[in-house]
Nanobody, 124 residues
Framework: QVQLVESGGGSVQAGGSLRLSCAAS????????MGWIRQAPGKEREGVAG????????YYADSVKGRFTISRDNAKMTLYLQMNSLEPGDTAMYYC?????????????????WGQGTQVTVSS
């Protein structure tokens, strides 16, 4: 059973940084595409960043390019999101998510498995 547990959220001032972590268990981690999704109150879910099974390939939403970095440690079965230069518009619940790669390559934000989320609040 796939389990994803996020941590590292909190409250920061604009311009600050946070590092989110997502501990995975219950599956063959290195076979899964991973990513981060966020949802702010009253807004639709937004794909933030995604990463390939090996971690060599990453992709980002335009709104976070140059500020956020996604990475993964397959030995530790952990996904990370380093967030720098945070803005009030980044305030949201952040979710770690995964889907098993059956063929082709990782891409997009259509995930099968989700964590419970961790709250990020950025004040101006």
């Amino acid at each position: 059973q796939v389990q994803l547990v996020e941590s590292g959220g909190g409250s920061v001032q604009a311009g600050g940084s946070l590092r989110l972590s997502c501990a995975a268990s219950g599956y063959s981690y290195s076979s899964y595409c991973m990513g981060w999704i966020r949802q702010a109150p009253g807004k639709e879910r937004e794909g933030v960043a995604g990463i390939s099974t090996t971690g060599r390939w990453t992709y980002y939403a335009d709104s976070v390019k140059g500020r956020f970095t996604i990475s993964r440690d397959n030995a530790k079965m952990t996904l990370y999101l380093q967030m720098n230069s945070l803005e009030p518009g980044d305030t949201a619940m952040y979710y770690c998510a995964a889907y098993r790669l059956e063929h082709g390559s990782c891409g997009g934000y259509e995930y099968n498995y989700w964590g419970q989320g961790t709250q990020v609040t950025v004040s101006s």
